[in-house]
């Protein structure tokens, strides 16, 4: 165990030392040199043209069981032509975010994905074509997306034993026991991080979340910080829960439904699995120790929990189960995979809030104690 999270600590410090050693001035570099290419080909009358890694092809990506999913170093390219009228539009959109790119790190200063979208509604149609924009731009200048000063705007909440100071010197305190802090739009910005934490708990769904906050999990159990993603976890949410591991060295474990969709939660944490478009920087989303905390296939049945409290699974969850377990990260957690097949044997899933079905407190007061006493997760 203890040679394999120094396999960990040693890759992911080699990335951190790339990562580090991209300037300011670098990513400069790198745009110039892009809008070289393309004042180069307008002055030989040639129409420009953008290559574009593939990000949504699985072709383009390994899986490394110290980082996660990152994109192989050969990799297939989309071209964006500027002549083409299908993809002329999508060429101005990417020229018009690198311009700003290019002013916000030239000018150290920051700005969300939101106030990008707001700066020409019209050219963009969608918050989501900027959003998508954004992160092709990150993957061609082969950059991680808070270092071109493009921040997002965070949905995650976090509670418990942590303070820490914002980039702009305002001190945040999460050991409230009624209320829940939002997590920072600007990770890499926090400093003077304290905490006694014993160890993170990533809670999948709000509402789960809001109850171990008014049952006071955080003090009465162990000290520890809650952490959630509201569902599908964002990337700020993820990039907190890596800075804490890297910077505590405490447990990380996740708490989700024993179902497709909390399985798919849970692998964001461990491999950037459902977001694979972002693979190129999975090293600095992803902590692979993450465990399984629960809900477990394997917990319904020990738990007995009532048959009126499960759910049926669909033909979709079914789909979802099969094609989950061909992912090639699943190989290096045998656990993991015992529990998802269970899950198709037995072909029921159950929410965390069913073990209300059992007693209205046997999350807070039995459940969670009796796993995190002995162990019982994977």
């Not at 300037?23 to 043209?49: F, H, M």
């Not at 890694?53 to 170093?73: E, K, V």
């Not at 030239?106 to 050219?123: E, F």
């Not at 804490?244 to 405490?250: G, K, T």
Request: hydrophobic share 40%.
């Amino acid at each position: 165990m203890e040679s394999r999270a120094a396999h960990f600590c040693s890759e992911i410090d080699k990335l951190h030392a790339k990562l580090i050693s991209i300037s300011s001035q670098e990513i400069l570099n790198r745009i110039e040199s892009i809008i070289l290419e393309i004042v180069t080909s307008l002055s030989k009358a040639e129409a420009p043209v953008l290559a574009l890694p593939n990000r949504s092809s699985w072709a383009n990506i390994s899986f490394d069981s110290a980082i996660g999913l990152q994109m192989s170093s050969r990799q297939s390219v989309t071209t964006i032509r500027a002549d083409c009228p299908s993809s002329v539009t999508k060429f101005a959109q990417i020229l018009k975010i690198l311009s700003v790119i290019y002013r916000l790190v030239q000018s150290n200063s920051y700005a969300t994905k939101r106030d990008i979208y707001y700066n020409n509604t019209k050219l963009f149609g969608s918050q989501k074509a900027v959003d998508s924009i954004v992160d092709d731009i990150s993957c061609m200048l082969k950059v991680p997306r808070r270092s071109l000063h493009v921040l997002a705007t965070s949905k995650g909440l976090i509670s418990g034993d942590l303070c820490y100071m914002e980039e702009d010197g305002t001190r945040i305190d999460c050991h409230s026991s009624s209320t829940a802090v939002s997590v920072s739009s600007n990770i890499s910005g926090i400093k003077n991080i304290v905490s006694s934490a014993k160890f993170v708990m990533i809670i999948e769904k709000d509402a789960t979340f809001q109850r171990l906050l008014d049952d006071d999990f955080c003090t009465k159990i162990s000290p520890c910080i809650i952490i959630t993603g509201k569902g599908v976890p964002d990337v700020n949410s993820r990039l907190m829960v890596k800075r804490l591991w890297d910077e505590l060295h405490i447990p990380i474990f996740a708490l989700v439904d024993a179902d497709p969709h909390g399985i798919i939660h849970l692998l964001e944490y461990l491999s950037c699995q459902t977001y694979f478009a972002m693979s190129f920087e999975a090293h600095s989303l992803t902590v692979p120790s993450v465990m399984w905390l629960g809900l477990l296939p394997s917990d319904l049945q020990r738990l007995r929990v009532p048959k009126d409290a499960l759910i049926p699974l669909t033909k979709r969850d079914e789909s979802k189960l099969c094609s989950l377990l061909e992912r090639p990260y699943l190989t290096s957690q045998p656990e993991w995979q015992k529990e998802m097949k269970l899950m198709q044997q037995s072909k029921v899933k159950a929410e965390i809030q069913s073990l209300t079905a059992i007693a209205p407190d046997f999350l807070t007061q039995i459940y969670l104690p009796n796993k995190l006493r002995y162990g019982g997760w994977i």
